[in-house]
């Protein structure tokens, strides 16, 4: 099973700011479509997928979020701007051999994380 590891939860204020990281095995960081999922009780959902090149993100995060790789690293990153209460949530990586969008649900995507922890406070 191959594995996704995320990083760079945690707790800040709203309006603050966070970046998120997800290490992925060295083959798909440029060839698969690469999601951030945030998943909380009763509810999961993509906020921003990469595509070669091209990103797709939900509403609720667009303008605030921002997905960017670097594959020499083997990373995609997610930059949060501007963070508010309800982006409290559970952040995973998800990863789909095929192209994706921010509309596609967890079960696309074969391959994915344990998720960091994200708490907003008010």
């Known amino acids: 099973q191959e594995r996704l590891e995320e990083s760079g939860g945690g707790s800040v204020q709203a309006g603050g700011s966070l970046r998120l990281s997800c290490v992925t095995p060295?083959?798909?960081?440029?060839?698969?479509?690469i999601a951030w999922f945030r998943q909380t009780p009763g509810k999961e959902e993509a906020v921003a997928t990469s595509?070669?090149?091209?990103?797709t993100y939900a509403d609720s995060v667009k303008g605030r979020f921002t997905i960017s790789k670097n594959c020499n690293k083997d990373t995609i990153y997610l930059e949060m701007f501007n963070l508010k209460p309800e982006d409290t949530a559970n952040y995973y990586c998800?990863?789909?051999?095929?192209?994706?969008?921010?509309?596609?649900?967890?079960?696309?995507?074969?391959?994915r994380g344990q998720g960091t922890q994200v708490t907003v406070s008010s």
């Open positions: 998800a990863a789909a051999n095929q192209q994706c969008n921010s509309d596609n649900g967890p079960g696309f995507f074969r391959y």
């Open positions: 060295g083959y798909m960081c440029g060839n698969y479509c």
């Open positions: 595509y070669y090149g091209t990103t």
